[in-house]
């Protein structure tokens, strides 16, 4: 059986994940292919366990270093657990952010060494990274006016500007080097952001599809 693909998300804050997600499950279920969703940090028990001690704003005292360490021990255990079985067994698997987020958010915001994140990511998870990545891309004070209305604020979520514009460059520093990204304007309607996913991920559904021996409904 042919492998799935493992499909990432990332962006930054407001930037319509969630919108974008349920858009890229509709494209996948239109296309007759399973696949699991999944978030990060979280995805398994242990990890959603993780997940509530990273985004507790009473955790003020956490360092850089325990942060990041926390968000490859829920990745390393969403991977095995989760991840590598689903693609085993031809599903493929649609993630809310993965590692593209540490060097982002512990990397570019919080300034930890891209060196030290690439070494953790070898160790942790052989350095498994995804076949596709969609990154959605907006302004940041926009970002941050679609996120304001939100309600409680997280502990990321209360960071400032500055913060998510460094976590901005971060991504888009990494879409230059690796060929996997596809930077979406994030910034326009609805309708048009889900064209421009359109066009990234039905080449890939077909030439998939082609090559599991398949063929898509309307050719
Ligand atoms: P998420 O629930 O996806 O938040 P949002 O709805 O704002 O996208 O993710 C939780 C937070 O965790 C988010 O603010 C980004 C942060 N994060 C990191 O800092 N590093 C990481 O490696 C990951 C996966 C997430």
Known sequence: ????????????EGVGKTTSLAYIH????????????????????????????????????????????LMFAAR?????????????????????????????????????????IELINKAALAAFSPDLTVLLDVDVEVGMQRAGSRGELDRFEKEDLIFFEKVRQGFLTRAKVYERFNIIDASKSIIEVNSQLA?????????????????????
């Open 1 to 12: 059986m042919k492998a799935g693909l493992f499909i990432s998300v990332e962006g930054a």
């Open 26 to 69: 509709q494209l996948l279920e239109d296309a007759g292919i399973s696949y699991t969703s999944t978030r990060e940090p979280g995805g398994t028990q242990l990890g959603e366990k993780i997940r509530d001690i990273l985004l507790d704003k009473k955790n003020t005292q956490m360092t850089d270093m325990t942060e990041l360490l």
């Open 76 to 116: 390393a255990q969403h991977v095995e657990e989760v991840i590598k079985p689903a693609l085993k067994q031809g599903a493929w698997v649609v993630c809310d952010r993965f590692t593209d987020s540490s060097f982002a958010y512990q990397g570019a915001a919080r300034g930890i060494a891209d060196e030290t």
């Open 199 to 219: 066009n990234v991920l039905l080449p890939t559904i077909r030439d998939w599809l082609q090559h599991s021996g398949q063929s898509t409904q309307n050719g």
